[in-house]
């Protein structure tokens, strides 16, 4: 059985959303919408996702991309889920930043937007994210992962569990300065 | 220290040959010019390149010319030979020529004129003739 393919869609306009719902059916996809960059953030600390799909103008403002920020947020997430930006307002400087910096998979301009092409940047977000999050942690390290960045999100103190016996690094470098 | 390179400005106007030619000149590159789609293609022809540095528009006094962009099919089989990068370096290119440009041909980098920072540009520069350096050292091994 094909595993479902985990989608956070932030798009603040309805009739976008219902466009990408149809776009990528259940099953394999589902899709969680959010219309701000915080209902976002809230989302991906509680959940793990395969991709983004993240609209740049969430506000019908001229100069609204803050769809951007959710980059920087995006970057603090781990594993982090592969990117896709779809957005009709994207200017050059925009596409830069967002490849470069950020390492999104594409970036798609929505007044353009071809159904298959827009399927197979999913799909490939989607294969690229499981591919590398393959080679990262093992599932109760993300739990708990996931746990600790719900916390810090919330407000919650983490607090991390040091073992009675560990080795404090610094100390065992010092040890190792003085031996040679 | 910056990495001995072999550049390419594929630039039409005389004053941004010389600006880029200029922030260069402190590094050890050589570095050659040339202001047309011909001329371009008869250099990457006969010389190896680690980069080069790729204005979109070469005919300046028409709008909506991008015959720059005509070059990134020779640049993709260069870079795959022979490890040549690329830095678009304009002040007219689209979002999609940005996406293009690094989705379909991996470009090292996209420059807008209008807001170049020397130090970022030469950055920029440097890194990209270290990546040639790089793939092209991968390139020998597989041979």
Redesign the interface.
């Known amino acids: 059985m094909t595993r479902e393919s985990r989608v956070l869609l932030l798009e603040d306009d309805p009739a976008w959303v219902e466009q990408f719902r149809s776009m990528l059916p259940t099953p394999p996809y589902a899709i969680c919408v959010a219309e701000t960059v915080e209902d976002a953030t809230r989302l991906l600390a509680d959940q793990s996702f395969d991709a983004v799909l993240l609209d740049l103008r969430l506000r019908d403002w001229e100069e609204d991309f803050s769809g951007m920020s959710f980059l920087d947020v995006l970057d603090r997430a781990y594993p982090r889920p592969s990117v896709v930006i779809v957005s009709a307002y994207?200017?050059?400087?925009?596409?830069?930043v967002a490849?470069?910096q950020f390492g999104v998979t594409?970036?798609i301009?929505k007044r353009k937007l071809d159904v298959s092409e827009f399927r197979a940047a999913v799909e490939d977000a989607v294969s690229r994210h499981r591919a590398q999050s393959a080679r990262h942690l093992e599932p109760d390290e993300k739990r708990e992962f996931n746990v600790l960045t719900r916390k810090f999100f919330s407000g919650e103190p983490v607090v991390f569990e040091v073992p009675e016996d560990a080795v404090n690094p610094w100390e065992r470098d010092t040890d190792l300065t003085e031996e040679d | 220290m910056a990495h001995e390179g072999r550049v390419l400005i594929v630039e039409d106007q005389r004053e941004w040959q010389v600006e880029l030619q200029n922030l260069l000149q402190d590094f050890p590159y050589s570095i050659k010019t040339a202001d047309s789609l011909q001329k371009a293609s008869d250099l990457l022809k006969n010389h190896v390149y680690d980069l080069v540095l790729l204005d979109l528009r070469l005919r300046g006094w028409e709008e909506a010319n991008f015959d720059g962009w005509e070059l990134m099919d020779t640049l993709a089989v260069l870079k795959a030979e022979q490890g040549t990068q690329v830095i678009i370096v304009s002040a007219y290119?689209?979002?999609?020529?940005?996406?293009d440009g690094?989705?379909r041909y991996r470009i090292a980098?996209?420059i807008?004129k209008k807001?170049l920072d020397p130090w970022g540009f030469q950055q920029a520069v440097a890194g990209a003739i270290e990546k040639a350096y790089e793939l092209r050292g991968k390139i020998l091994d597989a041979k």
């Open positions: 994207g200017q050059p400087e925009h596409v830069r490849f470069k594409d970036f301009d | 290119g689209q979002a999609h020529h940005v996406r690094f989705k980098d996209y807008d807001r």
